[in-house]
């Protein structure tokens, strides 16, 4: 166990009657952050008491041919492939994954994307609908959203133990509905996104002094700020391994409080990289990569 300090999203100084934004390429906010202590405990050898559906996450041994992620094509050819079979794998009932993003982080000054902190779920409901929408054709995704879908976010580390920058997740069932609050996702704005909506490939390091700036973004999605509760529980995967993988769930059409939702099921997953004062000095920067995927089942 270690105990570190986790950054929420500070809901008193939120200007009432206005819409809290976060962006997609920085860790920069619209809202105050709050700084808060908690436990944080390692789930090295408990990891069998924790499932997708009771706690909205799940760590696995699944060592993978991929080892740099450097490659483009590589990634969404081979590597793509064996994130759909472990899914199936890992998790009964499956019958289509839709893989719509990934996401490479590296805690480097060169980097598109870097680790954040701030604890969050990556899609509200209204946006998981509507990536089902934008990823299918019409017909098909009507007929599947009339079935059980969930958004999972396959997590895993690229060439070293992420000891640095670790991620923590909170275990679904000491959340309440009240702790959630939607907020837009800000996109950088591509001059040829009408043409082409796919980011993939195309991300760019932003300017840092522009960060808190709205100009030349725009509103493409929505995601969860997670406001403090000492109810929370964390948990984190010490010296996390590329071999391994930890599955996080973005949402569950079956999660406990939506239409369809059944009591029990975890509706989704909140995270954060975190500072883990036990890290050695010396440990190399993290690396990560995230794979989000549309499921749906039989």
């Known amino acids: 166990m270690t105990t570190a300090v986790f950054r929420h999203i500070d809901v008193s100084a939120i200007p009432q009657g206005t819409k809290p934004w976060v962006k997609v390429d920085a860790d920069a906010t619209s809202f105050q952050l709050a700084e808060h202590k908690r436990s944080v405990h390692d789930l090295r050898g408990h990891e069998t008491d924790f499932s997708t559906d ?17 490659d ?6 081979a590597y793509y492939q064996e994130v759909q079979d472990l899914l199936k794998k890992r998790i009964p009932g499956i019958k289509k994954v839709v893989i719509f993003d990934h996401t490479i982080r590296r805690r480097t000054p060169d980097a598109a994307r870097a ?17 089902v929408r934008r990823h299918l054709p019409a017909d098909e995704a009507e007929a599947l959203l009339k079935g059980r879908f969930q958004i999972i976010n396959v997590w895993r580390p690229i060439e070293n133990p992420a000891s640095d920058f670790p991620l923590a997740v909170v275990d679904w069932r000491s959340t309440q509905p009240s702790d959630f609050l ?28 522009k960060w808190y700036s709205t100009e030349g973004y725009e509103a ?3 995601t969860i700020s997670v406001a403090p509760n000492e109810a929370h529980k964390f948990y984190y995967q010490k010296d996390m391994t ?4 930890l599955l996080l769930k973005c949402y569950d059409s079956w999660g406990e409080g939506q239409p369809w939702g059944k009591k029990g099921i975890a509706v989704g997953t909140p995270h954060t990289a975190f500072v883990d004062p036990l890290t050695p000095k010396e440990a190399p920067w993290r690396q990560s990569i995230e794979v989000r995927c549309l499921v749906f089942y039989e």
């Not at 996104?193 to 300017?207: L, M």
């Open 72 to 77: 483009e094509a590589a990634v969404r050819g």
């Open 115 to 131: 680790p954040v902190q701030q604890v969050h779920v990556d899609q509200t409901p209204a946006a998981a609908e509507v990536r």
């Open 242 to 245: 590329p071999d391994e993988v």
């Open 182 to 209: 939607p907020v837009d996702l800000l996109y950088p704005q591509r001059v040829d996104s009408t043409a082409d909506n796919d980011d993939r490939g195309k991300e760019v390091r932003p300017d840092e002094s």
């Open 220 to 222: 493409r999605g929505e």
């Open 54 to 70: 009771l706690s909205g996450f799940a760590v696995y041994k699944e060592p993978s041919n991929e080892k740099l992620f450097t």
